[in-house]
């Protein structure tokens, strides 16, 4: 009876709150975390520089008028150049990116090129495989009257010319000083000295034979630094990681790997994880997606970046330019950042 008269009397109270207009309320909702802030300091720092080399390099460049412009890229395999095209299609409306199907399918590349050849682009921007494999193309594209712009990797200048071509510009970065600026980090985190190797790329690639030559020139004029090995593994991570586990075993007391592109860097990382070593400095360059979580989980140490976003910019401006008839005699650089475990973190809207 005790138990009926209570639930009778809260019933009659609910239906007071009810009559008065004083509606049971609900538990109001937390407000919600605000967004984590990222500072962006360092990276503006280094876009305005950018920007300051390219407009002074560049000079002043003309406003786009419809030009048609295509682009070669090297293979959709490898981050750095998907992320190369993504950045074209983002900088310009009109314009064609088409890529080999590998890195070391030169002839596939090709004949991208040779079908582009055909067709009524004004300019087109080609970084090659290797340093001869794109010739026929460029060739092809002269006799066409279409503008060819060589970005990245060198096409070999001599050949071309022996094959009756030229290019009309180009916009690269100095791949030897990648190399020097890695190894002269690499040594400055061994100070007893020690034995370090280099994972090349391709052969004949200009990018992989630079960034070969810097380090190998820092690495050599150090006394007490030992070059080991110096192997190319075409871009490949598995070889990268075969020959990082076969040098391991010839030289057990190895202190640093330089590896020409971040694919590979990454390889050499998984075969030292594989042998337990966490005691073996590992560079790499392109400061691809998967390199900035290394880094950040410290098993790279560090890497080589130049702005894709930026890039993509200038070499269209350079084709503008250049289909409205401003001619350059010289190259254009683009400035570069080593990337490291240590700054990496300021660098996380670097694109």
């Known amino acids: 009876m005790k138990k009926f008269v209570a639930l009778l009397l809260a019933a009659m109270m609910l239906l007071a709150m009810v009559a008065c207009g004083n509606d049971p309320q609900p538990t109001p909702e937390p407000d919600p975390a605000p967004e984590p802030t990222v500072d962006t300091t360092v990276v503006d720092e280094l876009y305005a520089a950018f920007d300051a080399s390219m407009a002074e390099q560049l000079g002043e460049t003309p406003a786009p008028n419809g030009e048609k412009i295509g682009a070669v890229i090297i293979s ?33 590349q090709l004949d991208v090129l040779m079908t582009m050849a055909d067709m009524d682009y004004d300019v087109i921007i080609v970084s090659p495989i290797d ?6 193309g460029i ?19 001599a050949a071309l010319a022996e094959a009756g071509g030229h290019l009309d510009g180009k916009i690269t ?18 100070p007893e000295g020690g034995e370090v190797a280099i994972l090349q790329g391709l052969a004949g690639a200009g990018q992989s ?12 004029a150090t006394e007490n630094i030992e070059l080991v090995a110096s192997i190319p593994c075409d871009w490949d991570a598995t070889k990268a990681y075969d020959t990082t586990k076969d040098i391991l075993t010839a030289h057990p007391d190895l202190k640093g790997i330089f ?23 590992v560079y790499g360059v392109d400061f691809t997606a998967d390199a900035r ?20 910019e200038a070499a269209l401006k350079l084709a503008v330019a250049i289909a409205q008839g401003k001619e350059y005699a010289e190259p254009i650089y683009l400035p570069l950042t ?4 240590e700054n990496v973190a300021e660098l996380d809207n670097w694109a």
């Open 76 to 108: 959709l395999t490898n981050q750095f150049w998907a992320n190369m095209k993504a950045c074209y299609e983002a900088a310009a409306e009109k314009l064609d990116v088409q890529t080999g199907t590998t890195e070391g399918d030169t002839q596939s």
């Open 131 to 136: 340093g001869t494999n794109l010739i026929p």
């Open 139 to 157: 060739v092809k594209c002269n006799e066409k009257g279409i503008k060819v712009i060589n970005l990245g990797p060198g096409v070999d200048t």
């Open 173 to 190: 970065v100095q791949f030897s000083d990648q190399g020097k600026i890695v190894a002269n980090d690499m040594i400055s985190r061994l």
């Open 209 to 220: 034979e630079g960034r070969t030559a810097g380090a190998t020139a820092v690495f050599e």
């Open 259 to 281: 590896a020409c592109n971040d694919v590979m860097a990454l390889a050499a990382v998984e075969a030292l994880t594989a042998e337990g070593r966490t005691d073996v400095l």
């Open 293 to 312: 979580e290394a880094l950040k989980a410290g098993t790279m140490t560090g890497t080589m970046s130049y702005s894709s976003v930026k890039y993509t």
């Open 338 to 341: 080593l990337v490291t475990k």
